[in-house]
């Protein structure tokens, strides 16, 4: 089975800065695209950003130069760096991985971690 443990949320002042990783447990399984999404009270989850095994990272608008996303593929694991948080970005953040597993590509979700911006 595959399982994603999230950590690095936590409550952030508008205009400061958080960390996310996201690590995989994996056996023998082939990690394609990795990323990050968000769904904030009330919203549907939304896309934040993705990266390929090869590092080319895709970013919603709302986070383009301001988040930036990387992965260590030795670690199966993928992080999130935040700047300049913005109180809009409050949302629990959920990591995600399309794994070949049993025969077939399936998406995994890992459990979610609060991101608070607030002063």
């Known amino acids: 089975q595959v399982q994603l443990v999230e950590s690095g949320g936590g409550l952030v002042q508008p205009g400061g800065s958080l960390r996310l990783s996201c690590a995989a447990s994996?056996?023998?399984?082939?990690?394609?695209?990795m990323g990050w999404y968000r769904q904030a009270p009330g919203k549907q989850r939304e896309l934040v950003a993705t990266?390929?095994?090869?590092?080319?990272?895709d970013y919603a608008d709302s986070v383009k130069g301001r988040f930036t996303i990387s992965r260590d593929n030795a670690k199966n694991s993928v992080y999130l760096q935040m700047s300049s948080l913005k109180p809009d970005d409050t949302a629990v953040y959920y990591c995600?991985?399309?794994?070949?597993?049993?025969?077939?590509?399936?998406?995994?979700w890992g459990q979610g971690t609060q991101v608070t911006v607030s002063s």
């Open positions: 994996v056996s023998i399984f082939s990690i394609n695209t």
């Open positions: 995600n991985a399309y794994v070949w597993v049993r025969g077939r590509w399936s998406d995994y």
């Open positions: 990266i390929s095994p090869g590092g080319s990272a």
